[in-house]
């Protein structure tokens, strides 16, 4: 894993803010005898909601985990608004939420001390995070004793009252109902309409065209499409794409 | 079977007749047990986890090590602990042999290795799930171990449990550093080395009941308290 | 929560760990389980505790582990009965002395089925050799104890060399009289025993004395004084009051006065040249 060196002190666009926009330069994953990604030029740039989606296999939790910094590319180069390594603010919500066996508020709490904030503001973030997330009521509650979908929602407050600068999100909604996905997809719209970049992979069409502003195309490890969604969904570029978007299984 | 009926007959005597004596020996055994599944756990805990979390060139042969070390005879460490408590070995000016310290020495010495490959195992495997999730939040390699540690708690408490049921029922280490000295170092498990010995099978036999009941018991106990915990906290 | 949890964890070790309090006056002394079992501690060291005010811790092993925890350090006085074995242990200057205590007998142990023939004799070498012909089961000790010195004496003395002449018939255990007893009952094979050992034994099975009184099944304890100036935390002067006590003749009388089913089985000879 690539540790946050916070006292490097690249030039970054001295407009934006820290870490973005996060450029891939010809990024591959290799895993022993397997290719996970190869080719990837990508810029990701600060406060735009892009989505990245593709067939399973395609490399799109690989994609994720490279931009947050949990995967070291074997191949190109990456960097986060000119920093070798990703700076503190960014957050990643996963699949299938992490969750440590204490109360809601606790395991919020828990990434705000590693954030070294003081607890008042800690308190303070705890209960906005929870009014957001429409939590307040179960805060006390053992995370583990949620449902599903709280506990997503509990992953994304805990994200969320970090205020990170970037926000990715590994499938969120692939093991939720129908109902507690569009939750989610409303919180996701929130926490952009503060201004925080999103980053989110999905195998849900649907979703994609519902919340893309910009669509990553990965099959295969290549990145096939990087383009506006509108564009995208009326007319993609690759045939590998269109297929996808036919619902034909590659 | 004769011998077992007079057993649990003897058994049920010595403990509604509130032996002192046995009681004694009862109360000793739970000491040094306790106390070296306590000091194993200091011990072993943080070992386990920091090999979970870490990887450093020799990993591999420390915990193969450790897993090989769970098999190490009780006598034989008894004797290793003896020849270096001994007051011709480097230990002796600290005049430990023959009494109880001696035997929670041995003891830690024999279960740590155990806490530690066992708990290594529990943790390793909830560092696959939380990893990411740590790293993400950037928790660092120290504060994901105590993290674990903590949300694993559950799954140690039966490591523990296990160490400490190797403490109490092992002979062979407190055997030789203790002395079985009568109202010194005479634990439940000696004692009933010594009634073999003299020939009263079935006081043994009654004794070594008696035994098995306080661990079970104890058992119990802790799976209850567990059960009522995770229901409280999930 | 946790700190506390962990603060109390420690303490508790430490607590645990502590040696005895040097409040406490006491001696180690290293001796033979026949000794111990036969149960004549539990009588003899209260009396002396009483007296003296001095606590006896008793390690009791065989008299050959017994000399050897003495050659390290680990006890203040040895209390066996091989005399050659201690007279060894004295010129190596690991003693000091050696004061004869008291002594008490062995007895042939056999199978009522008596394969030997031998069963009421008063002659221990003629019984013996009569095992040795007749082959029959027969369980040593083999844990170099004051009973194993004895009855490798025994054999000698019979005029047969036992390393030659052992065979499966006899069973070499390794093991204290007690779990050699017990073996000598599982397998119903003549054993030599001494005579508390045997008394208070409880899982005879089939067997019983055969040979008895011969004056070469005489068995004489010594007790020593470890040197202290070979070994410095030896407590020498709690150490001599026990000895002092136990050939005084209020510790002799003590001895004399320990009795199995009104047998006495200790006979006090201090002062004596055995």
Not at chain 1, 36 to 58: E, F, K, M, Q, W
Not at chain 1, 203 to 228: K, P, S, Y
Not at chain 3, 154 to 166: N, R, S
Request: glycine share 10%; with cysteine; net charge positive.
């Amino acid at each position: 894993m690539r540790r946050a060196n916070g006292h490097v002190r690249a030039r970054a666009d001295a407009t934006g803010p820290r870490g973005l926009p996060i450029s891939l330069d010809g990024v591959g994953v290799r895993r022993g005898a397997a290719t996970l990604l190869r080719g990837v030029d990508l810029v990701v740039a600060a406060r735009t909601r892009t989505l990245v989606i593709g067939p399973n296999g395609s490399g799109k939790s690989t994609l994720m985990r490279v931009l947050h910094g949990l995967v070291a590319p074997t191949e190109g180069r990456i960097d986060w608004g000119g920093l070798a390594a990703p700076p503190r603010g960014q957050a990643m919500v996963f699949q299938r939420p992490i969750l440590l066996r204490r109360s809601a508020a606790r395991n919020i709490d828990y990434a705000l001390r590693i954030a070294e904030l003081p607890r008042a503001e800690r308190l303070r973030r705890i209960d906005g995070a929870l009014a957001a997330t429409g939590l307040a009521a179960i805060a006390a509650q053992s995370a583990r004793t949620l449902s599903g979908g709280e506990q997503q929602r509990l992953a994304i407050a805990r994200a969320w009252a970090l205020a990170p600068e970037v926000l990715f999100l590994d499938e969120p909604t692939a093991s939720l109902d129908p109902a507690a996905s569009r939750a989610i997809e409303a919180l996701v719209r929130d926490i952009h309409a503060g201004g925080t970049t999103i980053v989110m992979s999905t195998h849900n069409l649907a979703q994609a065209r519902r919340l893309g502003e910009r669509i990553v195309f990965l099959h295969e490890g290549r990145m096939t499409e990087c383009t506006d969604a509108a564009e995208f969904f009326r007319a993609p570029r690759s045939p590998e794409a269109a297929a996808f978007l036919e619902g034909e299984r590659l | 079977m004769t011998t077992l009926a007079e057993s649990v007959r003897l058994a049920l005597g010595l403990m509604a007749g509130f032996d002192a004596h046995l009681f004694g020996i009862v109360a000793l055994s739970l000491r040094v047990s306790i106390a070296s599944t306590l000091c194993a756990t200091v011990i072993g805990l943080p070992i386990g986890a920091a090999l979970a979390v870490r990887t450093f060139r020799g990993r591999g042969a420390i915990v193969a090590t450790l897993n090989a070390l769970m098999g190490m005879p009780p006598v034989v460490m008894g004797l290793l602990v003896y020849l270096m408590l001994s007051r011709a070995g480097p230990l002796g000016s600290l005049g430990l042999l023959f009494t109880p310290g001696a035997m929670v020495i041995a003891q830690t010495l024999l279960i740590a290795p155990i806490v530690a490959a066992l708990s290594r195992q529990v943790i390793e495997d909830a560092w696959l799930e939380y990893r990411d999730q740590l790293t993400s939040l950037r928790a660092g390699a120290w504060r994901s171990a105590l993290t674990l540690l903590w949300d694993t708690r559950y799954s140690l408490l039966t490591t523990v449990l296990a160490g400490f049921g190797r403490a109490v029922a092992e002979v062979g280490a407190v055997i030789i550093v203790g002395g079985n000295i009568d109202g010194v170092t005479r634990v439940m498990t000696t004692t009933i080395a010594l009634e073999t010995s003299k020939g009263d099978l079935p006081l043994a036999l009654a004794l070594g009941l008696i035994l098995i009941l306080i661990v079970v018991l104890l058992n119990f106990g802790a799976y209850a308290t567990r059960e009522w915990a995770r229901a409280r906290s999930g | 929560m946790n700190r506390r949890s962990w603060l109390v964890l420690v303490g508790w070790c430490a607590l645990a760990l502590r040696p005895a309090l040097a409040q406490d006056r006491f001696i180690v002394v290293a001796s033979t389980t026949s000794t111990e079992q036969s149960g004549l501690f539990d009588h003899l060291l209260p009396a002396f505790e009483a007296d003296t005010g001095i606590k006896v811790r008793v390690v009791a092993v065989g008299t050959g582990q017994a000399l050897d925890i003495g050659r390290r350090g680990d006890a203040d006085v040895v209390f066996v009965h091989a005399r050659s074995a201690e007279e060894k242990f004295l010129a190596e200057g690991q003693g000091v002395k050696r004061y004869p205590v008291m002594y008490n007998d062995f007895v042939l142990i056999g199978p009522k089925s008596d394969p030997a023939h031998i069963a009421g004799g008063h002659d221990i070498v003629a019984a013996l050799r009569a095992i040795e012909t007749a082959k029959a089961a027969f369980v040593s000790r083999g844990d170099r104890s004051g009973t194993h010195i004895a009855e490798l004496a025994l054999w000698k003395v019979a005029g047969i060399d036992i390393d030659k002449a052992k065979g499966p018939w006899y069973r070499d255990t390794g093991q204290g009289m007690g779990p050699a007893l017990n073996s000598a009952a599982a397998m119903n094979a003549y054993i030599l025993s001494d005579r508390g050992t045997w008394l208070s034994f409880k899982n005879r099975g089939d067997l019983e004395i055969v040979v008895e009184g011969d004056k070469r099944l005489f068995n004489q304890y010594g007790v020593m004084l470890v040197n202290p100036q070979k070994h410095p935390n030896v407590k020498a002067d709690l150490g001599q009051k026990f000895i002092d006590w136990l050939v005084s003749p209020r510790g002799q009388s003590v001895i004399a006065s320990y009795k199995i089913d009104g047998r006495q089985l200790f006979f006090p000879n201090a002062g004596s040249n055995a």
